[in-house]
């Protein structure tokens, strides 16, 4: 891809994760527990991915971890920058399914499984992950959320 194609499409990951970490907030505050647990694991794995197209990458799967750990052979400086980040991978990927479906956990549903505290710490460990995929394109998260065209991302 172009660096204008590559910054357009990390662009619209990160927006896209940072809108579902909006969600997770929102759920939240609503006592929605496990669906905010899943909107911010969404949040954590869009950073991710964003920082992957930015890169010139295809990223591939739903693990926060692997995505940082895949780093390594992609761009040694980037996984440098985020390997720190691995905690906070290994927390989200914990809610990527049970979260949403009533036979992940036996005998509970979601809904009984996952209390405001689970919500709490994934919301900041997917902020913690946007955060860092905006210290990596800063010259990209400056830019309006209103740009729509490869052209217009670059810096």
Same mark, same amino acid.
């Given at each position: 891809?172009?660096?204008?194609?590559?910054?357009?499409?990390?662009?619209?990951?990160?927006?896209?994760?940072?809108?579902?970490?909006?969600?997770?907030?929102?759920?939240?505050?609503?006592?929605?527990?496990?669906?905010? @647990?899943?909107?911010?694991?969404? /949040?954590?794995?869009?950073?991710?991915?964003?920082?992957?197209?930015?890169?010139?990458? &295809?990223?591939?799967?739903?693990?926060?971890?692997?995505?940082?750990?895949?780093?390594?052979?992609?761009?040694?400086?980037?996984? &440098?920058?985020?390997?720190?980040?691995?905690?906070?991978?290994?927390?989200? &990927?914990?809610?990527?399914?049970?979260?949403?479906?009533?036979?992940?956990?036996?005998?509970? *549903?979601?809904?009984?499984?996952?209390?405001?505290?689970?919500?709490?710490? @994934?919301?900041?460990?997917?902020?913690?992950?946007?955060? /860092?995929?905006?210290?990596?394109?800063?010259?990209?998260?400056?830019?309006?959320?209103?740009?729509? *065209?490869?052209?217009? @991302?670059?810096?």
């Amino acid at each position: 891809m172009s660096t204008e194609k590559n910054v357009y499409e990390a662009l619209r990951w990160l927006r896209t994760g940072e809108d579902d970490l909006d969600a997770a907030i929102v759920l939240r505050k609503n006592k929605k527990f496990p669906h905010a @647990c899943f909107h911010a694991q969404q /949040a954590g794995e869009k950073a991710l991915k964003a920082v992957w197209y930015y890169a010139d990458a &295809d990223p591939w799967g739903h693990s926060i971890r692997k995505l940082i750990e895949d780093l390594e052979h992609v761009d040694l400086s980037l996984y &440098d920058r985020l390997k720190n980040l691995l905690r906070a991978g290994t927390v989200l &990927d914990r809610f990527y399914i049970p979260t949403r479906y009533p036979n992940g956990l036996p005998e509970l *549903t979601p809904g009984e499984a996952y209390l405001d505290e689970d919500a709490e710490e @994934c919301i900041q460990q997917a902020a913690d992950l946007l955060a /860092a995929a905006k210290s990596i394109l800063p010259s990209v998260t400056k830019m309006s959320r209103d740009t729509t *065209t490869p052209e217009a @991302c670059l810096p």
